[in-house]
């Protein structure tokens, strides 16, 4: 169906309750997208012609005071809070909202374009100029470098990838937090964490330059932090963030080592268990040292319990590539059930339609009921990403706890047989593979991560047992096929958007091939036995480097899975090739 042309939101973006994001061109004026790509390019312009003053003509043009950038204009198609449009920025917007001791005199930043106050005295604006951007010390240094003031813009720049590394937060109050008060902003560490992430996803361009030093920033604002209880949920976000980028840089140490500083903390605070008024729950009630303070209203509650479920994310998908057992405790134990409820789109929150939950387990009744819920949030696309996430490191664990002891005791089998059914009963509630590359963006790239999840677990349940067993091999090829096919859903513009932990997903599926192909070559020597094989992990091998052009942990491992996957498909087609020249030949 095609675009009404309705404005502000047409009717398509109306009915999918996405008209805040509504965007086309109408051909009467530049979208929001354009004039931000325009703004970028003005800015890196002249962050080149600063960093080369030799290079640049002498005289320098400063900017109105009295106008807006047209960036912020107010024209806007849309006036909602995922777009740029009706900003306001005040003097006091600066990445480093929190006194980090003495050297916060010297350690200010402010940007020419945080400010929008119509009246402001020139003098004082001409101060902040581009001009005199030399005069101005940044909050920290990386081996001598500074940055320019590009705070918002580097926010502009996250906020469409911020799902791309488990971040759900409202963004209006993101973006109005700049002008808040200090001590009532989001804190350094959260702020330089976007910061530093806009930097990686713009690593082709200028900006990228600054990303060791946002990486520095952050890293020194982490202490920091630690000392505000009420900045918990900004410390544990920019612990899930951090983790997210040195795993995709292929920096597993560092990675593991911040995933589990998040856990630990959700778990110290408690955001497991929060129950439906939404505090957590204290069950001592002598010690309330480490409670967060109560949620000021339901988006607040919102994004902690979003912030618990980024952290559940990124401990049970990355547990699994890291081979180690997950740090978040999930049992019967008072103190170690999850009864969380399920995650909601922050937009839910907002408008209250609220999914209290009942204080009951969470991730278990997930598996006792099979993926039957009377719940509605369960069923949401944040929801069913965590639970893509338990399945995918469950059947990693089941799998690897066999034994010829366990096999003999008959509970293995059972509860082989009962995770297996739940991932298949799983996939049954999910959007039909035919219909997600119809999605709206935001819930495309959540789709695609959710089903890879889903058959990588099928995988993960059933790759021990290939060699032996001729039903777990064809269920593991039926599954590695199905996440090829997921692929050919992927445009070259969503490699930008993707959760990097697509790529182990697609490494299983290459793997499980590579096995089947070294299989067939053992068994019937023929390459057109193998044709097949071959063109699935051709397939595999064009995303799988494409996604790493994005994310170096695809080729981070000691034996990468690009290197050995190249080498098998190279030799399967030249033995193909071959194999042809001989029946030519054989044919004269």
Sequence with gaps: ?????????????????????????????????????????????RIRELENPEQSAPSMTLFDPHALSPYYSESSSSSSYDSPGKLS??????????????????????????????????AAWESLSFANLASVPAVGSFNGME????????????????HQCGLDIHVGRLRDSLS?????????????????????????????????????????????????????????????????????????????????AACTLAVQCRLHQISPDGRSMNLDGW??????????????????????????????????????????????????????????????YENEDLDFGSGSPTIRGFFVQQGQSNSLSGFSTAALRVKASALYEGANRLSSSWSPRSLASGSFSENFGAFEHSIMRFTTTLLPLHQVGGAIPEDKYALIVIHSLAHASMIRLHAPFMRDDGVSREKAIRAARSLIHITKLITDADFEFLDPVIGPCWASAAKVLESELARLQSSWPDPLNTMEVR?????????????????????????????TFATYVLIATTAYHCAKVQSCLDGE
């Design 147 to 162: 940055a320019p003031p590009l705070d918002h813009i580097l926010l502009e720049i996250f906020i469409p990838h911020r």
């Design 180 to 260: 808040l008060a200090p001590e009532e902003q989001r804190h350094p560490v959260l702020m330089n964490a976007i910061y530093l992430w806009a930097c990686y996803v713009s690593r082709s361009g200028s900006l990228g330059q600054y990303e060791q030093l946002y990486l520095s920033r952050t890293l020194a604002a982490l202490s920091d932090a630690m000392q505000y209880m009420s900045k918990a949920l900004d410390l544990i976000q920019a612990c899930c963030m951090l983790s997210v980028y040195y795993l995709s840089n292929g920096r597993f140490l560092e990675g593991s080592y911040y995933s589990a």
């Design 287 to 348: 010690d309330a040292s480490f409670d967060l303070p109560p949620p000021k209203d339901n988006v607040e509650r919102g994004e902690r319990i979003s912030t618990f479920w980024q952290v559940f994310n990124l401990d049970r998908c990355w547990s699994v590539v890291l081979r180690r057992p997950a740090t978040l405790p999930e049992s019967d134990h008072p103190m170690a059930s999850i009864t969380t409820p399920w995650p909601q789109r922050i937009a839910d």
């Design 89 to 122: 920025y005040s003097t006091s917007a600066s990445p480093t909202p929190f006194p980090l001791g003495e050297q916060d005199h010297h350690h200010s930043m402010i940007s020419p374009l945080t400010v929008s106050t119509p009246d402001i005295d020139p």
């Design 1 to 45: 169906m095609r675009c009404d042309g309705v404005k502000p939101a047409c009717a398509q973006c109306v009915r999918a309750k996405k008209g805040d994001a509504c965007e086309y061109d109408d051909g009467k004026g530049k979208t929001r997208t354009q004039i931000m790509r325009e703004h970028i390019t003005r800015l890196e312009m």
């Design 535 to 563: 063109g699935d992990l051709e397939s595999l091998l064009y995303v799988m480097t494409k996604l790493g052009a994005k994310f170096p942990l695809v080729g981070a491992w000691p034996s990468s899975p690009l290197t």
